[in-house]
């Protein structure tokens, strides 16, 4: 069901309100003196100073070792939503975002902050029937925008584990960027919202997030019983190790860490 959003082909933009949903350029723009996606300028190579030379090249660092920038930016229209996502891999936990559903975007803070991603995301969606789309379209056009700024994979950890507290909750997030979508999702949230939020779109989002991502993601509840802690130590948990996952590992940096030699969709998905 999963692999289905995959095969998403756009439909025509509908004007959703009177708001005027500015082009992502205009909005990194506001950003250009700290956003590196927004001026598309790729990480510095490495320092040509005598320092350098004398690192032996037998031991590659993440630090002296070309790339370009991990970022990307996505715009996706539909009849239902406008949404725009620009994520910096490597970044520092800058976030802004608004997406018209305010405890969406108190998790995607925690995304941004605890996984150091910069996160720059604008939403508008048919708010009137319910927030339902706008919320799986975040988590969409976020999936696609983390596919596009990690490319072909190369050098990265591929996996990551991480178990966060919150209070009395303990979520368990477990995820592997294997290019084979899969959603295991075991919270069980004792309300129905959170605030205004329905709490039947957590499921949703990672759902929307890993299908796009074309990430193997599974959640699991150790302990809980208040909703909001349960949502948002998932959250935690989900960014600490999607850091663990996206970060580079110096001792593979130049191949794309798989037997068979690929982790894109057209391999992939194929085994
Ligand atoms: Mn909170």
């Not at 320092?47 to 031991?59: D, G, R, Y």
């Not at 009395?168 to 290019?179: A, C, H, K, P, R």
């Not at 299908?211 to 993601?217: E, I, K, V, W, Y």
């Not at 001792?251 to 194929?270: E, F, H, M, Y």
């Amino acid at each position: 069901m999963v692999r289905s959003l995959l095969t998403f082909v756009p439909k025509p933009p509908l004007l959703l309100s009177n708001k005027p949903i500015l082009p992502l350029t205009a909005l990194v723009c506001r950003h250009r003196s700290t956003w590196r996606c927004a001026t598309n300028s790729p990480a510095p190579g490495p320092p040509s100073t005598p320092l350098a030379s004398t690192k032996s090249a037998s031991t590659p660092s993440v630090h002296n070792h070309y790339r370009p920038a991990r970022c990307a930016s996505i715009s996706r229209q539909t009849r239902e939503t406008s949404v725009s996502v620009t994520v910096d891999l490597d970044g520092t936990g800058q976030c802004d975002v608004q997406t018209g559903i305010p405890f969406l975007d108190h998790m995607l803070h925690q995304l941004s902050s605890h996984g150091l991603l910069d996160l720059h995301i604008r939403a508008d969606g048919d708010y009137w029937i319910d927030d339902h789309h706008t919320n799986e379209d975040v988590g969409i056009t976020l999936g696609m925008a983390i596919a596009k700024a990690l490319g072909d994979k190369k050098g990265i950890r591929r996996f990551g584990h991480f178990v966060a507290p919150l209070d009395e909750s303990l979520i368990e997030v477990v995820l592997d960027f294997s290019g084979r979508p899969h959603v295991e999702y075991g919270l069980q949230i004792p309300t129905e919202k959170v605030g205004k939020y329905d709490t039947q779109l957590v499921r949703e989002f990672y759902m929307a997030v890993a299908g796009n991502a074309q990430m193997t993601l599974h959640v699991n509840q150790r302990a809980g019983l208040n909703s909001h802690h349960i949502i948002e130590a998932s959250f935690k948990a989900f960014a600490r190790a999607m850091r663990m996952a996206v970060e580079l590992d110096p001792r593979r940096l130049d191949s794309i860490p798989s037997s068979k030699g690929a982790l894109t969709d057209d391999v992939a998905l194929q085994n």
